[in-house]
């Protein structure tokens, strides 16, 4: 993050300025002081600003205008606070951190709590590095949490870097780490493993915070998670997995992604259960670019809190304060009070939430719609472009999935997605035998699914079935945005276009591409890590939005299809997922066999 001097270093100036026996560098003049402490609205206030912090809350600033002040007239306008994300992967927005945060900052966005998990399973701990050094330069605050889980389910996937307790303890050395990823490896954690316990040790003797991921309380073991340390959770997606979350003592993370719409089921603990709001905080998880340029970030979760009942300024401190707070930040940002980083925003209406006006460290950073500071130089190295390690190109008869000998027809486990969830369902289904191989049953909306090693080169594709997509033609849509592997994914109805979309993936170095009966439809080229791009937002954004309408033109009428399709491979997160090593049992995280009884 851009350098903003510590708080007791500049309180001098601050109290000069509040005392009215200095000029502010800043002032904004007659807003609707929007107050997350207090819970109101304080119409009538100036806002003074000094070396980027807010250094005065109150009626009449005028002593603080000096010739040099820059004065902002408000006009009666709401004063919110920087709109913070609490738990986010940058690399879901095809984005690297510097783009993402030019994609957001027009959206009211000035902090967010990324994990780079998804790099750290393709280039390791100097991927996070990286990531980390990037973070550090952005306009906003960027605060990074070590990844916890690579890989996130050791001995069901194999990822192209491993992680372990020493890289943990090293990482929280570094000046803007703000704590440990989510620790998806729950069963481990239960179990006592010492890697994982060893990963939250680390962590807790830094004093910060560690981020948790358990698909769901009904699980067995729960409380004994939650005595391991992780202080949150954003895998919920009922009611009651957010009251059992906050009854044990943790933050329930409420999210709205591309692809998951979380809050609404769970919001009503809040608005009919009548829970502390205290305890919630509002998250994005995964967005990818087309959604942060054409529909918002953190600005489109509060709106949708708000329609789902939520009151607005409960909203506003689910997505201020209370993250400020989970992160022991809350004497640094989150709310417009003295002292704080000057991070917040104008806006005409607490309800639609027009971003019209954004401040970050005491500069205008955007304005109605309109980022104003320019890109920061980062360069990724030439290594982190050369991640797709594919043994040879492939062919259709990779994706052949031969029948058991002498079957006509076979029972086979299918993944079944479940739209706008992260969960999927393990199904099974009576499938046709052709030639001696299996075929999958357009009717029943039953496709192949193939997982393509990508890190070591080996040259093994695991083959499957997965139902959900509708495709209604001969297609193929490849992605090697994998999580949590990020091996490459291929889903298609002709095993023609897996091989033609698989190999052209190769090519490009990593990305997102879909193919139609031999014919390239849209492709995103990602080539850092196979997962990010430093193209402009938009130019991301239109790549991604074609993919989206290639998939739809192919019968993919699911809501964000893609991101269902990248996460097929997230073995932790329940019931049936693919990877590298077979087709996995996540409700019991064994390996199962693809055929019933066998």
């Keep these: 993050m851009t350098d903003i001097r510590p708080w007791p270093d500049v309180a001098p100036a601050l109290v000069e300025v509040a005392a009215r026996r200095a000029p502010a560098d800043m002032v904004i003049r007659n807003c609707a002081w929007v107050n997350v402490h207090s819970r109101e609205v304080i119409p009538g206030t100036d806002i003074a600003i000094k070396s980027g912090r807010f250094a005065y809350c109150g009626p009449d600033a005028g002593p603080m205008i000096g010739p040099d002040t820059r004065v902002i ?5 709401f004063l919110i606070p920087g709109l913070c994300d609490g738990h986010m992967h940058v690399e879901s927005g095809m984005l690297t951190v510097g783009q993402f945060a030019r994609a957001v ?10 994990d780079p998990h998804e790099v750290a399973n393709v280039l390791g701990l100097q991927g996070v590095r990286l990531m980390h050094d990037e973070a550090r330069i952005q306009p906003i605050n960027v ?5 916890s889980c690579a890989p996130s389910a050791p001995g069901l996937e194999t990822t192209g870097a491993e992680l372990g307790p020493a890289d943990v303890a090293e990482a929280m050395l570094w000046p803007n780490i703000i704590g440990l990823g989510e620790m998806m490896n729950y069963p481990a954690v239960v179990a006592g493993d010492a890697s994982m316990l060893g990963e939250i040790a680390a962590t807790q003797r830094a004093g910060k915070v560690v981020g948790g991921h358990y698909a769901s309380p009904d699980l067995t073991d729960f409380p004994a998670y939650v005595a ?8 919920g997606t009922r009611e009651s997995d957010a009251i059992a979350r906050v009854r044990q003592g943790m933050r329930a993370m409420l999210r709205l992604g591309s692809a998951w719409y979380d809050v609404k089921a769970q919001i009503t603990a809040v608005t009919e259960k009548g829970l502390d709001p205290r305890n919630f905080v509002l998250c994005t998880d995964d967005c990818h670019s087309g959604t942060l340029v054409n529909e918002g970030h953190m600005n489109r979760v509060v709106r949708h809190a708000i329609a789902c009942g939520l009151d607005p300024l409960v ?7 209370n993250t400020a707070t989970h992160f022991g930040l809350e004497r640094e940002l989150g709310s417009i009070t003295p002292g704080r980083r000057a991070d917040c925003v104008l806006t005409s209406d607490l309800v639609t939430l027009p971003i019209e006006t954004v401040v970050a460290h005491g500069e205008i950073v955007a304005e109605r719609g309109v980022c104003l500071v320019p890109p920061t130089s980062f360069a990724w190295p030439e290594a982190s472009r050369r991640t797709v390690n594919m043994a040879r190109d492939l062919d259709a008869a990779d994706f052949e999935i031969a029948a058991p000998a002498g079957a006509n027809r076979v029972r086979a486990r299918v993944i079944g997605v479940v ?4 969960p999927t369902k393990a199904l099974e289904a009576e499938l046709e035998v052709t030639d001696g191989l299996v075929e999958g049953d357009a009717a029943a909306d039953i496709c192949q699914i193939a ?14 079935f997965v ?15 994998a999580h949590d592997s990020h091996h490459m994914i291929v889903v298609g109805t002709s095993r023609a276009d897996m091989a033609l979309a698989a190999n052209h993936l190769r090519a490009l170095g990593g990305g997102v591409t879909v193919w139609r009966e031999g014919r390239e439809l849209a492709s995103v080229p990602l080539p850092i890590a196979g997962l990010m791009s430093d193209a402009a937002p938009r130019e991301v954004a239109a790549a991604a939005e074609a993919m989206v309408t290639a998939m739809r033109d192919c019968g993919c009428d699911v809501n964000n299809a893609y991101m269902q399709h990248s996460l097929l491979a997230l073995v932790v997160i329940p019931e049936l997922r693919i990877s590298d090593l077979g087709l996995i049992d996540v409700t019991r995280f064994e390996k199962t066999e693809l055929f019933v009884g066998r």
């Design 467 to 481: 139902s959900g997509f509708r495709y209604a033609v001969p297609c193929a849509v490849a992605s090697t945005v």
């Design 419 to 422: 739209e706008n969830q992260a």
């Design 143 to 147: 605060y990074v949490q070590m990844p």
């Design 105 to 114: 900052i027009p959206h009211g966005t000035t902090t967010m709590f990324v």
């Design 228 to 235: 391991a340390g992780p202080a949150d959770d954003h895998e």
């Design 451 to 464: 997982l393509v090693e990508r890190h070591r080169a080996t040259g093994h594709v695991t083959n499957g």
């Design 315 to 321: 909203a506003l401190q689910m997505a201020t304060i």
């Design 73 to 77: 007239e408000a006009g009666g306008r």
